[in-house]
T-cell receptor
């Protein structure tokens, strides 16, 4: 298994600002994923972050709005830019261990945009 | 297109009664199906996966390819089973991506 931590656990931000969320894993992993869980909705994959290459974004998500960094095999950041109230959500990172498609999830970051 | 459907948003069951959480999927290839669970104030975690054919916390789920279903069952509900349950589908050989259903909140009544 993998132990994943996220910072911050929650934040309240003003419209137009940005928030960067950090995800730290206790072991080296190839694939890291960022999800959004809007109120009352399921998890939606934002992007897949591979170390050493550009993140791969899902339909409806763009790099300008959700820039991602993956500097090494244990860490990733997701920035939510130019915030609007519609970005209020829980953001989760997850990892898949090599050779296994089970995903392990972080505790999530609850973002509220005023 | 790949899709996971959980028709019930909320399911209330009396303690000791059987539980069945429904999940149907749409996928043209060979799917791998999972059930994830999120207990109150805990993170999302894997409950079971169809390929393992195991029973976890008394829960089982059988993949029915004919009906494209992967319903989660437990013969006797316990209060600690109250949680949010998500059915999920993995694209085989597609970079470990997973699609989640909208989830079903299971509420066990005393």
């Amino acid at each position: 298994s993998a132990v994943i931590s996220q910072k911050p656990s929650r934040d309240i931000c003003q419209r137009g600002t940005s928030l960067t969320i950090q995800c730290q894993v206790d072991s080296q992993v190839t694939m890291m994923f960022w999800y959004r869980q809007q109120p009352g909705q399921s998890l939606t994959l934002i992007a897949t972050a591979n170390q050493g290459s550009e993140a791969t974004y899902e339909s409806g998500f763009v790099i300008d709005k959700f820039p991602i960094s993956r500097p090494n095999l244990t860490f990733s950041t997701l920035t939510v830019s130019n915030l609007s109230p519609e970005d209020s959500s829980i953001y989760l990172c997850s990892v898949a261990l090599a050779g296994r498609d089970t995903q392990y999830f972080g505790p999530g970051t609850r973002l509220t945009v005023l | 297109a790949q899709r996971v459907t959980q028709p019930e948003k909320l399911l209330s069951v009396f303690k000791g009664a059987p539980v069945e959480l429904k999940c149907n999927y749409s996928y043209s290839g060979s799917p791998e199906l999972f059930w994830y669970v999120q207990y109150s104030r805990q993170r999302l975690q894997l409950l079971l996966r169809h390929i393992s054919r195991e029973s976890i916390k008394g829960f089982t789920a059988d993949l029915n390819k004919g009906e494209t279903s992967f319903h989660l069952k437990k013969p006797f509900a316990q209060e600690e089973d109250s949680a949010m349950y998500y059915c999920a589908l993995s694209y085989m050989n597609r970079d470990d991506k997973i699609i989640f259903g909208k989830g079903t909140r299971l509420h066990i009544l005393p």
